[in-house]
């Protein structure tokens, strides 16, 4: 990673940023009425360039490394950001005297190839930048500013004809979280696998069950006697896709698609003046006739090359440690809108895998109550799904809230956006559901004088979390956490919050033999037009 001084040394200072603002303006006509329109036009431009320089001073004072890999929102490797945490918290020891009886697992699945999409995107982009590049040549201007990488570029994915797949590192991730995992709770895996005492389970997409899979061979390795490494068969378990409502209830639910396309242009608009502001800075730095289009291209190749690849000196070279942190907080912000906090359908429409989670505990407890064998009842429940069911269970338990926000969100009123840097902000892609992200509520039985016997401990990416609804704790009684954090979300019914039965109502009524026959031939027609969803 490039330093701050570096960058100043590359790019326009702030004085001469406000100094080219001032020449534009003095430019102008001189009347009153022009220049107050004027000073109005340009009045967000100068804002966001003062907010730029304040954001630049704050890297500059602080260590001059700066690793852009651990600021790529969502699209961050596992490895780089999970042991970024927030070192004033302390972790509850009240649970000296407790012991683990069950864990429940919902995690995201791991680095991942960009999609098929995204891969076609990327090979357009290639093309574009060539576009550009002759324009210069055609110009005859000098190619001196233009970085030597720019010149030829070709995505690395060309001609790939798949996407998607969980990739080596993504693999690497999982299994090692599930050693880590088996070495934290050795009580809660010391049993002969079954799959009624261990249950894994994920979406039907190929990277999440390849996830569930690498998770499981490092979970159970040297428990088995397949290979030199000792492993074990295992069984994954999946629900159509169709009707998976327990991890991918997104999917299920018209109302949240329908919330999703309404609000794609007001998330559109938010980001508009940090691509403006950057676009201006990249076209005057490299000489190139960059779009905003063109520097989102660049932000999502800059993503994709160092966390996948570790290429830190292409794509991303091209932003300042200021400007990556106002695109990632605008990431931050599109993903707090449309899949966390932002609207309460965003995460309420995960009520069956809060309830599953309950249940799940519930019987453990009842099992623990009854005296059951400790090979006859389930001790985990592992799962493996997307950033589009992690990010709603992590709001549906109030994780990276203050307490006062938690009040807000069971009073079902709004959230303000995360701020913008340079102000600190919880809600961070990187942290809330990185590749491999994942939460843990283990469930534990406690022998002290205390008056509750089972307590529900929390942990986010493998770290303590404070729980606002449990007073800022990491842990608190299972019944409070069951009456004060789910309870106000169970109340919601899926099918009601979702239209799921309207909608079904629309697919079982019988078409017309014309109708089905149209619908067939643009069925054909259409069946290679590529979706504009893009899931993580």
Not at 50 to 55: F, K, P, Q
Not at 187 to 204: G, W
Not at 358 to 375: D, L, R, T
């Amino acid at each position: 990673a490039r330093s701050i001084f570096g960058f100043f040394s590359k790019k326009n200072t702030s004085h001469i940023r406000i100094n080219k603002f001032k020449k534009c303006t003095t430019n102008r006509k001189n009347s009153n009425e022009e220049m107050l329109k004027n000073s109005m036009n340009f009045a967000p431009l100068l804002l966001l360039q003062l907010l730029l320089i304040a954001i630049a001073v704050q890297y500059s004072t602080a260590d001059e490394s700066f690793d852009v890999r651990q600021h790529l929102s969502t699209v961050s490797r596992y490895g780089i950001v999970k042991d970024i945490a927030d070192d004033s918290f302390v972790p509850s020891l009240n649970l000296d005297q407790c012991t683990p009886i069950h864990l429940n697992l919902v995690a995201r699945h791991g680095t991942r190839a960009p999609t098929k999409k995204r891969i076609r995107e990327l090979e357009a982009f290639a093309v574009r930048l060539e576009v550009l590049v002759r324009d210069v040549k055609e110009q005859k201007q000098s190619l001196d500013k233009i970085p030597a990488w720019l010149m030829g570029w070709n995505s690395p994915w060309k001609g790939k004809g798949t996407g998607g797949e969980l990739i080596s590192e993504g693999e690497d991730e999982l299994y090692h979280l599930g050693i880590r995992v088996r070495e934290q709770f050795p009580s809660l895996f010391s049993e002969e696998y079954h799959p009624a005492i261990y249950s894994i389970k994920a979406t039907q997409v190929p990277r999440a069950s390849a996830s569930a899979v690498a998770f499981g061979m490092g979970l159970f390795s040297g428990k088995g006697k397949l290979g030199p490494g000792g492993h074990r068969a295992f069984a994954v378990t999946s629900e159509s896709r169709a009707s998976d409502t327990v991890l991918r209830f997104h999917d299920c639910c018209q109302s949240y698609k329908d919330f999703r396309r309404s609000q794609e242009p007001t998330v559109k608009k938010l980001k508009e003046p940090i691509l403006d502001e950057i676009t201006h800075e990249l076209v005057t730095q490299y000489g190139l006739n960059f779009t905003k289009q063109d520097v989102s291209s660049l932000w999502f190749l800059c993503k994709q090359e160092a966390s996948l690849l570790n290429i830190t000196n292409q794509a991303c070279s091209l932003f300042s440690p200021a400007e990556v942190s106002l695109l990632e907080w605008a990431d931050d912000l599109e993903l707090f809108i449309l899949k966390g906090y932002g609207n309460s359908l965003n995460y309420r429409m995960g009520v069956p895998l809060l309830e599953d989670v309950i249940q799940s505990m519930e019987q453990a407890i009842k099992a623990k109550e009854e005296g059951y064998a400790p090979a006859s009842y389930e001790k985990a429940r592992l799962r493996f799904a997307h950033a589009e069911t992690l990010l709603p269970f992590s709001c549906l338990i109030g994780l990276f809230l203050k307490e006062s926000e938690f009040e807000l969100i069971q009073r079902e009123q709004t959230l303000q956006y995360p701020p913008k840097p340079p102000k600190t902000r919880n809600w961070r892609g990187n942290l809330v559901a990185p590749f491999a992200g994942n939460n843990m509520l283990v469930l534990y039985s406690c022998t002290s004088d205390n008056s509750s016997k089972y307590f529900v401990r929390v942990l986010h990416n493998e770290r303590p979390i404070p729980i606002p609804g449990c007073n800022g704790s990491d842990s608190c009684p299972f019944e409070v956490f069951k009456e004060r954090i789910a309870a106000p979300h169970l109340k919601h019914d899926y099918n009601s919050l979702c239209n799921v039965n309207s909608e079904q109502e629309k697919k079982d009524s019988s078409p017309s033999m014309f109708s089905q026959m149209f619908g067939w031939i643009f069925s054909q027609r259409n069946s290679d037009a590529p979706t504009q969803k893009v899931e993580l």
